[in-house]
């Protein structure tokens, strides 16, 4: 019974959650299942995780024509006094695909559109969003990203998507900021938080705390494995990890890839996995290993992860180079 404590735990969250969770555990959102919502661009329907939150999650793989691209979630608020919706996709058809999910919930308009980083899937639906009057917001560091990288992202889009990429366009945020930006929106306190540096450039956690819900961005992962880019900074990550997302002690996690959550979760996948990683990494190191066979350091009880192939070997080869110069 070594696992009652957790089942405990499980069993206290909401019924919604812990259905979802359910439904996760049967039919995840996985490389190898195929668009769950073929009459839509979005590769699921949005499920309402908590009443007025709302979600719709993307596949775990690389995007692809079959997803069109839909590979993160994409996330609203129905606050009552407007709807403010989380990524704008990366495409022109999935930000048209979700707009036409909100308003098939509610008859509230889109007042707030907040990109969670810099990369194409956050931000390349921002022009339908701009042509619609709504405005975009995006952390500084973000946005510039996104200014230095967004006409990559869009050919790259239009590569796989063809057709499905017509009317995207790089439209940078409408307004930036460094810390947060705070509103309070209908029955909704909404806090837009830059914790630190995790993932990318202007990774952003949307926090409700009288819900105690976060919907975290790329700071947490779980169900596919993270990956680590150049620019990542490993160590920054958990101390970020550590010294805020960790403190926010939310019940409730939409992560950036996967289904709705909790802490324990994205803490085993995201921050014990980087954890793990410079440890066996380290090790390997310590033994005199060359950079040409850490790629192979043991990473078998994550395998379980989808991207794991893809990305298990390339992880342990930038952690490598950070170790290096530590």
């Given at each position: 019974?070594?696992?009652?404590?957790?089942?405990?735990?499980?069993?206290?969250f909401?019924?919604?959650i812990?259905?979802l969770?359910?439904?996760a555990?049967?039919?995840?959102?996985s490389e190898?299942?195929a668009d769950?919502?073929?009459?839509?661009?979005?590769?699921q329907k949005?499920v309402?995780?908590?009443?007025?939150v709302?979600?719709a999650?993307?596949?775990?793989?690389?995007?692809?024509?079959?997803n069109?691209g839909?590979?993160?979630?994409?996330?609203?608020?129905?606050?009552?006094?407007?709807?403010?919706?989380?990524n704008?996709?990366?495409?022109?058809?999935?930000a048209?695909?979700?707009h036409?999910?909100?308003?098939?919930?509610?008859?509230?308009?889109?007042v707030?559109?907040?990109?969670?980083?810099?990369q194409?899937?956050?931000?390349l639906?921002?022009?339908?969003?701009?042509?619609?009057?709504?405005?975009?917001i995006?952390?500084?560091?973000?946005a510039?990203?996104?200014?230095?990288?967004?006409?990559d992202?869009?050919k790259?889009?239009?590569?796989?998507?063809?057709?499905?990429?017509?009317?995207?366009?790089?439209e940078?945020p409408?307004?930036?900021?460094?810390?947060?930006?705070?509103?309070?929106?209908?029955?909704?306190?909404i806090e837009v938080?830059?914790?630190?540096p995790?993932?990318?450039?202007?990774?952003?956690?949307?926090?409700?705390?009288?819900?105690?819900l976060?919907?975290?961005?790329?700071?947490?992962f779980?169900?596919?494995m993270?990956?680590?880019?150049?620019?990542?900074?490993?160590?920054?990550?958990?101390?970020?990890?550590?010294?805020?997302?960790?403190a926010l002690?939310?019940?409730?996690?939409?992560?950036?890839h996967?289904?709705?959550?909790n802490?324990a979760?994205?803490r085993?996948?995201?921050?014990?996995?980087?954890?793990?990683?410079?440890?066996?990494?380290?090790?390997?190191?310590?033994?005199?290993?060359?950079?040409?066979d850490a790629?192979y350091?043991d990473?078998?009880?994550?395998?379980?992860?989808?991207?794991?192939?893809?990305?298990?070997a390339?992880?342990?080869?930038?952690?490598?180079?950070?170790?290096?110069f530590?």
């Open positions: 019974m070594k696992n009652l404590p957790h089942l405990i735990t499980f069993f206290k909401a019924g919604v812990t259905a969770v359910n439904l555990s049967s039919i995840t959102a190898d299942i769950q919502y073929p009459q839509s661009a979005l590769y949005p309402e995780v908590i009443p007025g709302y979600s999650i993307g596949a775990t793989a690389p995007p692809t024509y079959e069109t839909h590979n993160n979630n994409l996330s609203f608020i129905v606050t009552g006094d407007g709807v403010v919706v989380i704008a996709g990366a495409a022109d058809i999935l048209k695909a979700m036409e999910e909100i308003k098939a919930v509610t008859n509230e308009p889109v707030l559109v907040i990109n969670e980083n810099g194409g899937h956050a931000n639906g921002n022009g339908y969003w701009v042509d619609q009057g709504v405005k975009v995006a952390h500084v560091d973000a510039n990203e996104f200014e230095d990288l967004g006409f992202e869009l790259r889009m239009k590569g796989y998507n063809r057709e499905k990429a017509e009317n995207s366009r790089v940078p409408s307004e930036t900021f460094e810390e947060s930006f705070n509103l309070n929106v209908g029955r909704f306190k938080l830059y914790l630190g995790a993932h990318s450039a202007g990774d952003i956690s949307v926090w409700l705390p009288n819900e105690s976060v919907i975290a961005g790329d700071i947490a779980h169900e596919r993270l990956p680590i880019f150049p620019e990542t900074i490993v160590a920054d990550w958990l101390e970020t990890w550590d010294n805020e997302f960790e002690n939310a019940t409730y996690v939409i992560p950036g996967g289904h709705p959550t802490m979760q994205v085993r996948y995201t921050r014990d996995y980087l954890m793990h990683l410079r440890k066996v990494v380290g090790d390997f190191m310590d033994e005199g290993g060359e950079l040409k790629y350091v990473q078998s009880q994550y395998e379980i992860l989808d991207t794991f192939e893809q990305l298990a390339r992880n342990a080869g930038q952690v490598f180079e950070q170790l290096e530590e």
